[in-house]
């Protein structure tokens, strides 16, 4: 959201989070995360196009656009427990949004989610629209996943390889289009249909875990051989058609995100 800030000055950007000292810390000296690049841009933006706030009710009361970030962590209990998704949070902020919202919102899930996320959230905001007495409303829903690595994670915001957009409605696709625009060049900015979207973020991970522990198995046969595995991974890194990231052998892949993903594709599957 920073990085809109920074590249879209007319547009207003508004982080709302009901915890106080988190968002106490945003709007300090001293963000809550580190990551290289991210401090300079929220210094150059906060109190003029980017502001930080715990009134959820106004923020999404003039919203144009919500962007759906929450946590969607492994299920620890119930149907799908250790592999499934838990969605009590993407479903809790659908509900909110009902709740508050006073006209037609684009809602955008940001947030790592399960294929078919989209149609639990429409059911959300159109269950409690209609126990608000609130019909009249409309919610479009777009699929807007990050693919970003911890370290360069605004280089790659800055300049993407490809910024995905899915979404079942063209004229609510085109307007996150038009914003991305303003800095990312169209043929980076790929559009698809809702499901293909919320897919291709855990295929991703997916295919990049596979990577890891593929080489991590040639580090096995590297020992029992004689070869060296760096060198092996250089060797075919070269390979244009192949290339040398994620090619670096080690214990497993470290992080969440992987895991958690890998277990939530094979539970669809």
């Not at 508004?14 to 995360?33: F, G, Q």
């Not at 929220?42 to 715990?54: E, P, Y």
């Not at 009361?61 to 946590?71: G, H, Q, R, T």
């Not at 590297?222 to 250089?234: L, N, Q, Y």
Request: charged share 25%; proline share 3%; hydrophobic share 40%.
């Amino acid at each position: 959201m920073a990085t809109i800030a920074a590249k879209c000055p007319h547009i207003t950007v508004t982080i709302v989070d009901l915890n106080e000292a988190r968002i106490n810390a945003w709007n300090s000296d001293s963000l809550p995360i580190y990551e290289p690049g991210l401090d300079e841009i929220v210094r150059s933006c906060r109190g003029k196009n980017l502001f930080f706030s715990t009134d959820v009710k106004k923020g999404i009361e003039e919203a144009d656009i919500i962007f759906a970030s929450v946590n969607t962590p492994t299920k620890t209990q119930g149907v799908g427990k250790g592999r499934a998704a838990d969605l009590r949070f993407i479903e809790s902020v659908g509900r909110t949004i009902a709740q508050y919202s006073t006209r037609s919102k684009i809602v955008i899930e940001k947030s790592t989610v399960p294929i078919k996320t989209a149609e639990a959230i429409a059911r959300v905001l159109t269950a409690n629209e209609t126990s608000g007495g609130t019909i009249g409303k409309k919610f479009w829903i777009l699929s807007n996943p990050e693919f970003l690595a911890e370290g360069t994670a605004m280089k790659d915001l800055d300049a993407p390889d490809r910024v995905l957009i899915g979404g079942q409605v063209d004229d609510a696709v085109q307007v996150l289009v038009d914003i991305y625009a303003n800095w990312v060049p169209r043929d980076k900015i790929l559009t698809t249909n809702l499901w293909s979207s919320e897919l291709s973020k855990l295929v991703a991970n997916a295919m990049l875990a596979q990577r890891v522990s593929s080489i991590n198995s040639i580090a096995r046969l590297c020992e029992r051989t004689g070869a060296d595995v760096k060198e092996v991974s250089r060797a075919i890194g070269a390979d244009s058609r192949i290339g040398p990231k994620f090619l670096n052998a080690s214990i497993g892949f470290g992080g969440s995100c992987f895991q958690k993903d890998i277990l939530n594709l094979v539970y669809i599957c």
